[in-house]
């Protein structure tokens, strides 16, 4: 058992660097390499990893403080001898990579090879940049890379992100100038003194004032640098060649790097695609703590899983469950048509963005249907089968010129609403292969006969398959006609972007009350459904009453 003291150790030539963690207490065991403390300079935050395994005697900092190499963070009791053999081979071997490092000056950047004094001439020179010293660090991650070839840079300006186990760090412009190039790329590894690019510096005073021209590097204590894209603090005098940024991105990452996180906290979040600025901190000083991170996740995963929303909207709906249906009796799967898909698509479509409202009515058709039985025989020698669905047609048309609020289709960009002075509407055919909606136009300009002709050649050709895109677009209005089918009533989904639909069922007769006496009278059950969001109550009550009473006096329908 030994007691060693634990020291500050070389931070890669920053000095006075911020206390902003402490991540062990008195008595805790740690193993080697365990983080004792991190630290933040104005590059890069780290952490300071036990020298040995052993138990926390004490603390001797605290968050907040500022400490520079060689100062006591604490004392560790070990399972190894005393801590002076350590120690001393340690700083010889200090000392010995400082000499040995006589090709990399030891000044603070460190990296310029060949790096000479300023001439006076200001003639521009090409300087290879090397990968400084990395503070023991070997083979870090290239994270990210901050300039490109052209940018002009001042000094200590970061070029590239390096990561390694223990700290993220910004690799600084060792002097002002252009950069040339920049030899390294994202994912590659790199350790010190590797060639990390050229960049172009004048001689003699010019990188300065060019340097001067540069803002302020934003001060961002608690920033971790490899979420910091530096290039947008260092804007050049004239505009960048590059491509358009996402500044959206920028503001994420710029929000990400005020998060106050250690290195390893903000490394797992970047594994784990976690933007932080989302992670509620728990930390001492609102720091993000990979407890909150974890936590975080767990929270996400759930509500996924269970599909929920919060109160403040979205639609969330769960997923449907895989069912295997085979395990309750036989099943046949088979493929669904073309057409089948594309209702299915419209109508969850048209389901979910148009909020629906469905009025209800009974049109009394007695004097309708006595006159079409009158006109059958007519009809049928000129080759034309005369069904309710032309009158209803004709009574639409009427009812969507005398109220026009349903002639109309909300413009896409939620500003505008479009009115239409023409007359198409749409007839639901079911079909073996599905539903279909051929258009018939200019319903409000043609007589029940042409009418009839149309809607029964359109119903052929739909159940042929013989139907042209075009013969299923531009309806101003749908009509659906369950009444040869059956139903007492159905409401209907709104064939967006039309904002009304009409549901016909079958007609019953039925009692009615004539002020004097019940009669027996041919009920029609229409239902109105309409986009509340081009159509108010009012207008719907107006559009539909109307085109009951059409309905109602077969005189008025033939005007
Ligand atoms: N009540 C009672 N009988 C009705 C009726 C009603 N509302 N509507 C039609 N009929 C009668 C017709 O008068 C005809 O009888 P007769 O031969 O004795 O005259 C019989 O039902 C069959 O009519 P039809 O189907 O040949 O022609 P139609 O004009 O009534 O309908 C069409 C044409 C294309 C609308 C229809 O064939 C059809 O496909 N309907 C289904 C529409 C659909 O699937 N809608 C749901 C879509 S989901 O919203």
Known sequence: MAKQVIKVPDLGGADQVDVIEISVAVGDTVAEEDSLIVVEGDKASMDVPAPY?????????????????????????????????????????????????????????????????PATGGEEKEETVTVPDLGGADA???????????????????????????????VPAPFAGTVVSIDVKEGDKVSTGDKLGVMKVVSGGAPAAKAE???????????????????ESGATTE????????????????????????????????????????????????????????????????????????????????????IDFSQFGPVDVEPMSKIHKLTAANMARNWLNVPHVTQFDDADITELEDFRKSMKAEAEKRGVKLTPVPFLLKAAAAALRAEPSFNVSLHNDGEHIVRKDYVHIGMAVDTPKGLVVPVIRDVDKKG??????????????????????????????????????????????????????????????????????????????LALSYDHRAVNGGDAGRFLTYLVSMLADVRRLLL
């Open 53 to 117: 395994a052993g138990k926390i005697l004490s603390i001797s900092v605290s968050e907040g403080d500022q400490v520079s190499e060689g100062d006591v963070i604490g004392e560790i009791e070990t399972d190894a001898g005393d801590d002076s053999g350590a120690a001393e081979e340690e700083s010889a071997a200090e000392e010995e990579s400082e000499e040995s490092s006589g090709d990399q000056p030891a000044d603070e950047s460190g990296q310029a090879e060949e790096e000479e004094a």
């Open 140 to 170: 870090v991650d290239v994270i990210e890379i901050s300039v490109q070839a052209g940018d002009e840079v001042a000094e200590g300006d970061s070029l590239i992100v390096v990561e390694g186990d223990k700290a993220s760090m910004d």
């Open 213 to 231: 021209k540069k803002p302020e590097k934003k001060e961002a204590p608690r920033e971790e640098p490899a979420s910091t894209p530096a290039p």
């Open 239 to 322: 505009p960048p060649a590059a491509p358009q940024k996402d500044h959206s991105l920028e503001r994420d990452l710029t929000a990400a790097a005020e998060v106050y996180a250690g290195p390893a906290v903000r490394k797992l979040a970047r594994e784990l695609g976690v933007t932080l600025t989302k992670v509620k901190p728990s930390g001492p000083r609102n720091r993000v703590t990979k407890d909150d991170l974890h936590a975080y996740i767990k929270e996400q995963v759930k509500k996924a899983e269970s599909g929920a929303v919060g109160v403040g909207g979205g639609l969330g709906i769960a997923k449907m469950p895989e």
């Open 448 to 525: 029940l006969y042409e009418l009839a002709e149309e809607a029964s050649a359109m119903a052929a050709a739909a159940r042929d398959g013989k139907l042209k895109p075009r013969d299923m677009q531009g309806a101003c209005f749908t009509i659906s006609s369950l009444g040869a089918i059956g139903g007492t009533g159905f409401t209907p989904i709104v064939n967006s972007p039309e904002v009304g639909i009409l549901g016909v069922s079958r007609l019953a007769v039925r009692p009615e009350w004539n002020g004097q006496e019940f009669v027996p009278r041919k009920m029609l059950p």
